[in-house]
């Protein structure tokens, strides 16, 4: 693919990204849930355990996402605003196979157009530039956890974020975009008594706009001053820097709130490697012991 066909997908992509927030009534600066969004345009959203995919588009009878439930949160963000791409430039069905390579130049156009789309949905220049500047952080001087931290906002993984702001965005230049990755995500899930493949959630007194979703095992790090609700759903973890950290324990909902602000959020738990209807991971489940 040469250059110029590059950058004509790329806009395309990023138009009709920025239309489709429109029409789901999405800020310009907001982060999003693309599973939300996938429904509300018409797309049935599902996990199943798909070992040697990312996941599966199909428009008939009806149209249809399917997510492999064993993917990292992040990957399976991504995959699903990856899928909804092919719905909304009506490329048929797709069948995704265990896929480490975003932005790619060599890739499929109709796979690169999906590409920059789900990056655009998810990570729309105007919500990257809104989530520095709430953080007063200059993209020269961006360090790894403050990235692994941005990842969290926006539900993509540390990667495809660097990926994005050095290769679209062109927020970082190429020799940043190295030393970024020299770090590995798992090395600064650690600092929070993180496992490799658990998920560590990060969030701010800047986190607005969606939910945060967990699954139960992982790990909750809360701003200084916020507290969660009484119940078993959270277990607490510790602290580190003054912030409270929790373990996600039971399936369900659960609010936190910050002691000295109109600040709160709501918290939703699913299981972890969930199969079903996506809108309903969140769900109590009867024969669950809540107690």
Partial sequence: MNTYARRELILRAAAHAENVRIACTVARTASVDPLLLAEKRDCEVRFMSLPSLEGVYSPTPRSVIILGSQRPRGRRAFTCAHELGHHEFKHGARVEE????????????????????AAFLLMSQGSV???????QIQPNRVEPMQVFRLSCYFGVGYSTLIDHMSLTLGLLLPNQRERLLQTQPKELKANFGGAPYSEVVLVDEFWRDRAVDLEIGDILVLYKGVVVEDGPRLTPHGTIDGQEMFKAAARGYIRAFHNNSDWAVNIRIAPKHYEGLARYRFLEDPEESTQ
């Fill in 98 to 117: 265990l896929n480490n390579g975003r932005f790619q130049r060599n890739k499929d156009p109709d796979e690169f157009l999906a590409d920059m789309f």
């Fill in 129 to 135: 530039r809104r989530a520095f500047k709430d953080r």
